[in-house]
């Protein structure tokens, strides 16, 4: 089992829908990165989470420490967002990010 | 620099023969990261900097792997003797705590086709 999951692993949505990504991991964490990497391979950070909510735009992002578990959700979602989004979290103790899989999302117009 | 900088961006080499990739963080980022991507894949680690040592090197592959930081900037990660699986995506990261409490920023990568 890998210590960082995430789900869906692929998600097709129609523009304009909510749409939630799922990270659970089962190693103790300082924090919790959510990527974003478009086709042609460039990834960008969207979010760093030690606890509670963060906001960007129409990113939204949650940590849940006791039940070990993110989300990314993306209101009124457009075709630019397509793309994988990975989860990303920093081990306590020490120096290594453990990466999620990706959820590759492709929004059709 | 403005970002991380990766270069070569793609590189093409015959199997056997050494390459090096070379990474320049963002300028004052104490924290430097080799990843590899290969094709479908997540990323895997490679190597951790902090300043010029390196922590943790249990993600290079085998000894034909090694990399190297001078100056607490500029990185290379050098591949001996290339072999057909080192094909893949090597990407960069810089970040200025080093301690998870900082920002990532990614570079472009380098893709390396072994043939």
Redo the contacts between chains.
């Keep these: 089992k890998n210590e960082v999951e995430q789900s869906p692993q692929n998600l097709t949505a129609q523009e304009g829908e909510f749409i939630t990504i799922n990270c659970s991991y089962s190693v103790g964490?300082?924090?919790l990165?959510w990527?974003q990497q478009h086709p042609g391979?460039?990834?960008?950070?969207l979010f760093?989470l030690?606890s509670g909510k963060k906001k960007h735009g129409r990113l939204i992002a949650t940590i849940n420490i006791q039940e070990k578990h993110s989300s990314l959700h993306i209101t009124a979602s457009h075709p630019r967002d397509s793309a994988v989004y990975?989860c990303?979290v920093?081990?306590s103790g020490?120096?290594?990010?453990?990466?999620?899989?990706?959820t590759r999302l492709k929004v059709l117009a | 620099g403005a970002g991380v900088s990766q270069s070569p961006s793609n590189k093409v080499t015959e199997k056997g023969k050494d390459v090096e990739l070379r990474c320049d963080p963002i300028s004052g980022h104490t924290a430097l990261y080799w990843y590899r991507q290969s094709l479908g894949q997540g990323l895997e680690f490679l190597i951790y900097f902090q300043g010029n040592s390196a922590p943790d090197k249990s993600g290079l592959p085998s000894d034909r792997f090694s990399a190297e930081r001078t100056g607490g900037s500029v990185s290379t990660l050098t591949i001996q003797r290339t072999q057909q699986e080192d094909s893949a995506v090597y990407l960069c990261a810089s970040s200025f705590s080093g301690v998870g409490t900082g920002e990532l920023f990614f570079g472009e990568g380098s893709r390396l086709t072994v043939l």
């Design positions: 964490i300082s924090a990165h990527l391979g460039g990834i960008v950070s760093m030690s990975i990303a920093y081990t020490t120096y290594k990010y453990i990466f999620g899989t990706g």
